[in-house]
């Protein structure tokens, strides 16, 4: 099986503009996840989504917000973007988010905002 | 609150053992994982424990007791290969199962 694709790997931006981040889960998982990782930082969890619903939210601000489509691929968005936002933000699948399931991470997107 | 404590680094030598500690405090615990995370690279899973005891994979083995809210991930015959973060991450049984997870411990060995 393929593994988790994220796309674009590598982004970089301007304060006040947006931006849209993909992830392509693991053929047949049903659960995506985002996390934020800064350096020195652990994950930091965004949210997850499950059968094209959010089923968790981490502590983040409205301008960070996420989708999942029918074929379980996944996109989060974050608008009118700030320096802090540089990070390398991952996404990970499982197949149904339960809690003896393994997340299976992707290569991430490292985004810098200027 | 729901919180993770590990060392930020660990320092040890090729071939030596070395142990990671995790303690943690959330609600509705369900379970400790283990992910590795070489510099650049994504998170891998390792191991996980649901039930109180040791778990081994090879050279590496993964220990809880959820009486002391306390998990360790020990790492035999280290190799160089095996310099990487190190992260726990708990299962909040009352957050629909959101994995909570540690800040990392770099592991750094030395020839």
């Known amino acids: 099986k393929a593994g988790v694709t994220q796309t674009p790997r590598y982004l970089i931006k301007t304060r006040g503009q947006q931006v849209t981040l993909s992830c392509s889960p693991i053929?047949?998982?049903?659960?995506v996840s985002w996390y934020q990782q800064t350096p020195g930082q652990g994950l930091q969890f965004l949210f997850e989504?499950?059968?094209?619903?959010?089923?968790n939210k981490g502590n983040f601000p409205g301008r960070f917000s996420g989708r999942q489509f029918s074929n379980s691929r996944s996109e989060m968005n974050v608008s009118t973007l700030e320096l802090g936002d540089s990070a390398l933000y991952l996404c990970?699948?499982?197949?149904?988010?339960?809690?003896?399931?393994?997340?299976?991470f992707g290569p991430g997107t490292r985004l810098l905002v200027l | 609150g729901q919180s993770l404590e590990q060392p930020s680094e660990v320092t040890a030598v090729e071939g030596a053992i070395v142990q990671i500690n995790c303690t943690y405090q959330t609600s509705g615990f369900y379970g400790l994982s283990w992910y590795q995370q070489h510099d650049g690279g994504a998170p891998t899973f390792l191991s996980y424990n649901g039930l109180d005891g040791l778990e081994e994979t090879g050279r590496f083995s993964s220990f809880l007791s959820r009486s002391d809210s306390y998990g360790y991930l020990l790492l035999q015959e280290l190799q160089m290969k095996d310099s990487a973060s190190y992260f726990c991450?708990?299962?909040?049984?009352?957050?629909?199962?959101?994995?909570?997870w540690g800040a990392g411990t770099k592991l750094i060995i030395k020839p």
């Open positions: 989504y499950f059968s094209e619903t959010q089923r």
């Open positions: 053929s047949g998982h049903r659960s």
């Open positions: 990970a699948s499982s197949f149904e988010g339960g809690r003896q399931e393994t997340q299976y």
């Open positions: 991450a708990v299962r909040d049984g009352d957050s629909n199962y959101q994995l909570i």
